[in-house]
């Protein structure tokens, strides 16, 4: 086996390797990160099976990444979104604003809680992402996953 072939051999086994461990999914669509379920997608499924085929051991960290993520679910359809979108006037004030956002949310809001975050997103599905990592309601997910399965 010559020097290049060799060299070239390693690359694309080193290559193919790293995809695998970091896991296609998060890799192809960082966006996707916090999804808890729905369909999966069929391309990021067979890109972590092709990581199966060259090592048992990288295939099967590229899914448990991939599920552990989020990032091998498709996107949810708009339909059951959990964030609105308001149009806010630039003479609205901060008491304006903090009733604005408990009557759509149901809960009291205060914009100076130290446990609120602003964020400028360029997506829906990225507003998604990060509602959905953010960890709200998810003791109420747990008892309905956990009143399914019962």
Same mark, same amino acid.
């Given at each position: 086996? &010559?020097?290049?072939?060799?060299?070239?051999?390693?690359?694309?086994?080193?290559?193919?390797?790293? &995809?695998?461990?970091?896991?296609?999914?998060?890799?192809?669509?960082?966006?996707? $990160?916090?999804?808890?379920?729905?369909?999966?997608?069929?391309?990021?499924?067979?890109?972590?099976?092709?990581?199966?085929?060259?090592?048992?051991?990288?295939?099967?960290?590229?899914?448990?990444?991939?599920?552990?993520?989020? &990032?091998?679910?498709?996107?949810?359809?708009?339909?059951?979104?959990?964030?609105?979108?308001?149009?806010?006037?630039?003479?609205?004030?901060?008491?304006?604003?903090?009733?604005?956002?408990?009557? $759509?949310?149901? $809960?009291?809001?205060?914009?100076?809680?130290?446990?609120?975050?602003?964020?400028?997103?360029?997506?829906?599905?990225?507003?998604?992402?990060?509602?959905?990592?953010?960890?709200?309601?998810?003791?109420?997910?747990?008892?309905?996953?956990?009143?399914?399965?019962?």
């Amino acid at each position: 086996m &010559t020097p290049y072939l060799r060299r070239g051999l390693n690359g694309l086994v080193l290559g193919v390797s790293i &995809t695998a461990l970091v896991g296609c999914g998060t890799l192809f669509h960082p966006e996707r $990160k916090g999804q808890m379920s729905g369909r999966i997608d069929p391309v990021v499924a067979i890109a972590n099976g092709v990581g199966l085929l060259f090592f048992i051991v990288p295939g099967v960290i590229a899914y448990a990444v991939d599920f552990s993520n989020g &990032t091998i679910y498709l996107p949810s359809g708009h339909n059951a979104a959990g964030v609105d979108t308001l149009r806010l006037e630039e003479s609205m004030d901060v008491a304006s604003l903090e009733r604005l956002l408990s009557d $759509k949310s149901g $809960k009291p809001v205060s914009l100076d809680s130290e446990l609120m975050r602003v964020e400028e997103v360029e997506s829906l599905d990225e507003a998604l992402a990060l509602v959905r990592m953010a960890g709200t309601d998810d003791q109420a997910r747990l008892n309905e996953a956990t009143s399914d399965g019962a």
